[in-house]
DNA sequence: CTTTGGATCGTCT
DNA sequence: GACGATCCAAAGG
């Protein structure tokens, strides 16, 4: 079979490829698409957060008004509003009740990089279009009216409507995802929930911590 | 190249 | 009333 015969396919994630415990399921995600109408982005770099049990999370103490989403059933897109002026965006994973998600750090543009690029107009490189947490929600337009959306409901409908969602295309995590301490946080600093594709340019501050030796 | 500080407001205490 | 799961411009080497 020829390379032309194998060319991707983009397919809808499964609900069930999301449902089990933050910590598979946020590797997993390395090298999976997010897809809104023409824009398409690889993801490359995420963080695990762990609901109740951990320090760090928005869940963490309980259910509020904000963390809702996050109690619900996996597959769902947690996004919140941070530091007055930011979006950040989650998938919910894990059974109903336990508010696990991932946070998506950054994504390679694969697609729809002009509507990236008027999204995100004052970005030079191609390379800073998403390779940040707040960065991606810009580039892909992800404001507080998403949260909530199913990113399993992927398919032409979606496409006409623009709507965010979940897909692969054949292209499989790294056999070993780079893995270090979250970003950013002041709780539970320590622990090693985040993962990268090694080497990738778009890894949020890959520069800076790539000098450092991680 | 690196470091510093300003912007800006929803959320929970 | 304090504090962010951040980004960027400006200033300094």
């Known amino acids: ?11 809808p994630l499964r609900r069930r490829a999301l449902a089990g415990e933050v910590l598979d399921v946020a590797p997993s995600l390395l090298n ?7 824009r398409v982005g690889r993801i490359v770099e995420v ?6 049990s951990d320090p760090a999370s928005h869940a963490f103490g309980g259910p509020t008004r904000r963390n809702a989403t996050m109690f619900g059933p996996a597959g769902g897109l947690y996004v919140y509003f941070t530091y007055g002026m930011h979006w950040c965006a989650n998938v919910v994973c894990g059974p109903v009740g336990v508010a696990q998600a991932v946070l998506l750090r950054a994504l390679a543009p694969v697609a729809g990089i002009e509507a990236m690029r008027r999204a995100r107009s004052a970005v030079a490189r191609d390379v800073d279009l998403a390779n940040g947490p707040a960065k991606l929600c810009q580039a892909f337009s992800i404001t507080g009216t998403d949260d909530g959306t199913d990113l399993v409901a992927g398919g032409p409908r979606a496409d006409q409507a623009g709507r965010l969602y979940l897909a692969e ?4 995590p790294p056999p070993v995802p780079g893995q270090g301490p979250r970003v950013g946080i002041s709780r539970a600093a320590d622990w090693p929930w985040r993962f990268w ?18």
């Not at 999976?32 to 023409?38: A, D, H, I, P, Q």
């Not at 295309?169 to 499989?172: R, T």
Request: positive net charge.
């Open 197 to 214: 594709v090694p080497e990738d340019p778009h890894v949020s501050g890959a520069r800076r911590w790539r000098r450092s030796g991680r």
């Open 32 to 38: 999976k698409l997010v897809v809104r109408g023409e």
């Open 1 to 11: 079979v020829g390379a032309a015969a194998r060319v991707a396919r983009r397919v």
């Open 169 to 172: 295309d054949g292209v499989p």
């Open 47 to 52: 963080e695990a957060y762990r609901g109740e």
